[in-house]
């Protein structure tokens, strides 16, 4: 009978294209995706620890499977990345919930396989590696991510944000080599429409290596690739985008025009305890630089509510900058403490405060995004297009904006041109012009 696995995903892209990861280590051994949980032969939690609330739904979900594994105790639950990387995790985990068989931290994803073979010599596995090791390139995919593939550049990060658990989890910054990102590269544009590279702060590509390679290098030479295809990246850090990797966009039609630039907080004083290196003012100099080559750009950006002694005026000042800066999207979440960063140990905001100071950012936003989406009614967009549902297609323009229309067929995964007709809060519904791309 046919094995089956079924992968929790819990945090950012970079998690996602890692469980893709997983899932090409468990498909190459004749396994084969659960429709759900409970019909799996391998489980599996691949973690997040950046927000209390990304532990708080693991531990949840490892009580349902504890029943399940009750029930069915042959099968195989594994529990991976960032929660368990962090020191002596692993370890109160396993205690906590000692029916998990594979415990693994984010250095040796790639061992995954090997762990499973381990379980037919000893009743469990749990194997976390103090720090980082070489990249692993040649790990098998299980793709699932539509028209779109991720693509990693780099791992880690050398920041070190006073509120971050990432650098602890993460290790310090590695850079994959030119020849192998352009390797994959030209393989995935032969399948997908769009690429996104990731790494935890992407325009700090190749300072780590000796051969010259640049971030705004690497995306000409990707650039170059033949066909049709839009390429991506995410995540940026504000000081170290710099005004080359922007001309780059500018002058190339396969990027895409949608920048992802967090500030997290418009305030100077807050910045400052953040570690974050750069002020409000440097952060608007740069948004001033992407608009002077890309006028037309999507802008998209993190904002943490009720950092430690955020005041009223702190506050104020985030609001300031987000209406100046009129971002496409806005991703607002409060402050959660982590142990282990400087930020736990300052002096913490009261949780209503924070609630009610996000709520205001919320719909200071809301009613952003929907002047934003009336201004661009009228406008023809070049969509990539991602779903089609009962003769309506979405999809995503060269800027980020998210538009629907009708049409007769499905044109999942290619790019057309549609004008915006209308407008509802920040949502754009359009109508498809005569003009649809060949990819090839």
């Known amino acids: 009978m046919e094995k089956r696995y079924y992968i929790n995903t819990y945090g950012c892209q970079m998690n996602v294209h890692e469980s893709e990861k997983l899932a090409g280590i468990l498909e190459s051994r004749g396994y084969r995706a659960a429709a759900e949980q409970d019909s799996a032969d391998v489980i599996v939690f691949n973690t997040c620890c950046i927000r209390e609330t990304a532990e708080t739904h693991v531990l949840g979900n490892l009580g349902i499977v504890k029943k399940l594994k009750e029930r069915r105790p042959e099968i195989v639950v594994a529990v991976c990345g960032c929660m368990v990387q962090k020191d002596g995790a692993a370890v109160r985990l396993k205690k906590r919930c000692p ?80 020849d192998s990102i352009l390797a994959e590269a030209e393989t995935l544009v032969k399948q997908y429409p769009q690429i996104t590279l990731l790494g935890q702060n992407v325009n700090s590509y190749g300072n780590d290596r000796a051969d010259g390679a640049t971030f705004s290098v690497l995306l000409k030479k990707i650039c170059e690739l033949p066909g049709s295809f839009r390429v991506g990246f995410m995540t940026s850090h504000p000081k170290d985008l710099s005004e080359e990797v922007v001309r780059t966009i500018a002058e190339n039609d396969k990027m895409s025009r949608f920048i992802h630039l967090p500030v997290q907080a418009g305030s100077d004083r807050i910045l400052h305890l953040m570690n974050r290196r ?33 005041t009223e005026a702190d506050f104020a000042d985030t609001l300031r900058l987000c209406a100046d800066v009129r971002y496409n999207n806005l991703y607002t979440f409060i402050y959660s403490r982590r142990s282990g960063t400087p930020a736990d140990k300052m002096e913490q905001v009261d949780q209503k405060i924070k609630k009610e100071r996000i709520r205001r950012l919320i719909a ?42 009708t049409s007769d067929t499905d044109l999942t995964g290619r790019f057309v041109t549609v004008r915006a007709e209308r407008a509802e809060h920040s949502k754009l519904f359009g109508a498809l012009t005569n003009k649809t791309e060949d990819r090839r």
């Open 278 to 310: 750069y002020t409000s003012g440097q952060y608007s100099d740069k948004i001033k630089m992407i608009r002077d080559y890309l006028p037309d750009a999507g802008l998209s950006s993190d904002v943490m509510v009720g950092f430690p002694t955020e």
């Open 364 to 405: 200071q936003q809301a009613e952003i995004g929907a002047q934003l989406a009336k201004e661009a009614v009228g406008k023809t967009f070049r969509v990539l297009c991602d779903t089609y549902t009962d003769g309506v297609c979405g999809g995503k323009t060269d800027c980020g904006r998210a538009i629907a229309f």
């Open 99 to 178: 029916f998990i068989d594979i415990i693994f931290g984010t250095h040796n994803l790639h061992r995954f396989g090997e762990y499973l073979d381990r379980l037919s010599e000893t009743a469990s596995v749990v194997d976390i590696w103090e720090r980082e090791a070489a990249i692993v390139d040649d790990v098998p995919l299980h793709r699932d991510s539509g028209v779109n593939a991720w693509l990693n550049i780099m791992y880690g990060c050398n920041n070190f944000c006073s509120y971050c658990i990432v650098p602890y989890v993460r290790g310090r910054e590695r850079s994959r080599s030119i």
